[in-house]
């Protein structure tokens, strides 16, 4: 399968993954023929490109961290447990819920020794939080495998990422959903999630204290320059400096109201050039090899015009995927693979394309 913006959606096309609506609710099942309706549908949703599956893309297989059944009932899960006007012992019994689904989230991450986040961003507009948080937990226990972090460690991890905005309950609406730039009475109440998210740990979940203080330091940047603390280094908890690399990383690519997403290459980037200053210079080594910069399923253009899609991507190798070359500039090829991590291929990715002909 590959990925298309969903302006170069035609009727006809096949979808190559299943789709998903507000509530989490099947949408549109993978392999489903898409119409026009649905494109209208999905934008309304705030799509902004979807996986079709077709002659040119048929042997290219996206892989998921974590299933999508496991990804859509912990978004859910959290969307239950952020709704309004929750009554105490369902906050209870909700967290129970999250708690064995992050169990399930480290026994898939554990089984894979060189996993690689490889995620474009699919999420429904109006549910960004929870989607948020789940790709926040995801990337941030990647993050602690690679580290190693011990499975009970890993778990605790899970449980602060999925959480690590749950403060903002305590948060108006409409200032969390304001479109324009907030005033700074504003960016002052929302700066009180943190230490509100602390406070909401401590009083229903009898779990260690890594976790509540992941949460109340997932904003504090490594110099010093964030918040509530203004903490620095190695006095920020491992787990805040995971979680604030994650936590940028994933509003950064994500489409908000005021602005729309960055490309995941730009995003690694603008992490990797806050390694030492914002974010834990290690940390963000490790991140780089983790993440990649150019998922499985997009089309990128090389250094020597050369057009193709990203077949698979490895640990370590973040710039450097296996590519299926399709089209030299504007002509056609007979499909070949390009392997950039073998070093003997003096070529770049230039960047993401569009210019495709067989669109
Ligand atoms: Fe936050």
Redesign the pocket.
């Known amino acids: 399968m590959r990925y298309v913006l969903i302006k170069y959606i035609r009727e006809g096309m096949i979808l190559g993954k299943t789709l998903y609506g507000d509530n989490g609710e099947i949408l549109l099942t993978k392999g489903t023929s898409i119409n026009l309706l649905y494109v209208k549908i999905l934008i309304r949703l705030g799509y902004s490109g979807i996986y079709i599956r077709d002659e040119l893309s048929e042997d290219i297989t996206v892989t998921e961290i974590i299933s999508d059944a496991l990804r859509m009932r912990t978004m859910k899960s959290i969307k239950n447990l952020m709704r309004p006007n929750i009554k105490e012992d369902e906050i209870k019994s909700s967290l129970k819920v999250i708690e064995v689904l992050t169990k399930n989230i480290v026994d898939e991450i554990s089984c894979n020794k060189d996993i690689i986040v490889n995620m474009i961003d699919l999420k429904v507009a109006s549910e960004y939080t929870f989607y948020h948080s789940v790709n926040v937990c995801v990337i941030s226990m990647v993050l602690g495998s690679a580290l190693k972090l011990r499975k009970k460690d890993l778990y605790l991890l899970g449980i602060a990422s999925l959480l690590?905005?749950i403060g903002k309950i305590y948060t108006p609406n409409e200032i969390l959903d304001k479109p324009s730039k907030l005033t700074y009475e504003e960016f002052e109440t929302i700066k009180l999630?943190?230490e509100n998210g602390y406070r909401y740990v401590k009083k229903y979940l009898n779990i260690h204290t890594k976790v509540s203080m992941g949460i109340y330091e997932?904003?504090e940047r490594y110099d010093g320059t964030g918040y509530p603390l203004n903490i620095k280094w190695e006095k920020i908890s491992l787990f805040g400096r995971i979680i604030s690399i994650a936590?940028v990383y994933d509003a950064l690519v994500s489409d908000r109201p005021y602005r729309k997403g960055i490309l995941p290459s730009e995003a690694v980037e603008y992490i990797m050039g806050g390694g030492g200053t914002m974010f834990d210079q290690h940390l963000v080594r490790t991140f780089s090899d983790r993440i990649s910069c150019y998922p499985i399923g997009t089309c990128v253009i090389l250094s020597n015009s050369l057009i193709g899609i990203v077949v698979e991507n490895y640990s370590g190798y973040s710039l450097r995927p296996l590519v299926k070359i399709i089209q030299y500039e504007d002509k056609l090829v007979t499909p070949y693979l390009i392997n950039l991590k073998e070093s003997n291929y003096n070529v770049t990715i230039v960047g993401m394309t569009d210019a495709l002909l067989f669109r």
């Open positions: 690590h905005d999630h943190s997932h904003h936590d």
